[in-house]
């Protein structure tokens, strides 16, 4: 069965500091990867996914993700948060076209200047 | 490009009455929609997938006579709660998948709705 890790429920960051969020992923076939970012109240924005190539994805605002098979892992990563970057953020796995998302639980992000 | 709207963005209603939400990819025609609930605090579930001209098919769990979803369109799928009831009430939000990579879309990706949040007292 197809599932999405997220170990960290909140992480806390100084503005200015690195950040990486943690997403494991069981799937049965290649997976389609993806981080979603939401702001309170508001639907979902895509940062990055991974589909296949290059195992190193750049996403919008600064973000980008690693894509290791052998430890079944997408971590997102950005180098330097900004206060703006406070949302929660949504890792999932899918197979493709029409196919379903399977959503990890999230992992509230906090910036403190 | 890869805009999804939704209307309303929040409603009120008595229960017993039934609501019906809209999701409309504005840019892209879409031949696969998705709706979602998602309750306080807590992740994305699948409720429904909908697919253009055909009937919509239900996760385990979700009741497809008071979720009733209709897809009339390559851009328009709604949601309507029929006989709402309080523990209806939920932040819902659709996506859409595109089937081309025109006007800055991506295939085998869902674009995500900004979410109706829905409220019955």
């Known amino acids: 069965a197809q599932s999405v890790t997220q170990p960290d429920i909140h992480i806390t960051v100084s503005e200015g500091a690195s950040l990486e969020l943690r997403c494991n992923y069981s799937?049965?076939?290649?997976?389609?990867l993806f981080w979603y970012v939401q702001s309170p109240g508001q639907g979902l924005q895509l940062l990055l996914k991974?589909?296949?190539?290059?195992?190193l994805v750049q996403g919008i605002k600064g973000f980008e993700a690693e894509f290791k098979r052998s430890q079944s892992s997408f971590n997102l990563r950005k180098p330097s948060v900004h206060w703006s970057d406070a949302a929660e953020y949504f890792c999932?796995?899918?197979?493709?076209?029409?196919?379903?998302?399977?959503f990890g639980a999230g992992t509230i992000l906090r910036v403190k200047s | 490009g890869a805009v999804v709207s939704q209307h309303p963005s929040w409603v009120i209603c008595k229960s017993g009455t039934s609501v019906k939400i809209e999701c409309r990819s504005l840019d892209f025609q879409a031949t696969t929609m998705f709706w979602y609930r998602q309750f306080p605090k807590q992740s994305l579930m699948l409720m429904a997938t909908?697919?253009?001209?055909?009937?919509?098919?239900?996760e385990q769990g979700v009741e497809k006579d008071k979720f009733l979803i209709n897809h009339a369109s390559l851009t328009l799928s709604t949601l309507t709660v029929t006989s709402a009831h309080p523990e209806d009430s939920s932040f819902y939000i659709c996506?859409?998948?595109?089937?081309?990579?025109?006007?800055?879309?991506?295939?085998?990706?869902?674009?995500f709705g900004p979410g109706t949040r829905l409220t019955v007292l």
């Open positions: 909908s697919n253009e001209g055909s009937k919509a098919t239900y």
């Open positions: 799937y049965g076939a290649t997976p389609y």
């Open positions: 999932a796995v899918g197979g493709g076209y029409g196919n379903k998302l399977v």
């Open positions: 996506s859409a998948v595109t089937t081309s990579n025109r006007d800055g879309q991506e295939v085998d990706t869902q674009y």
């Open positions: 991974y589909f296949s190539g290059d195992t």
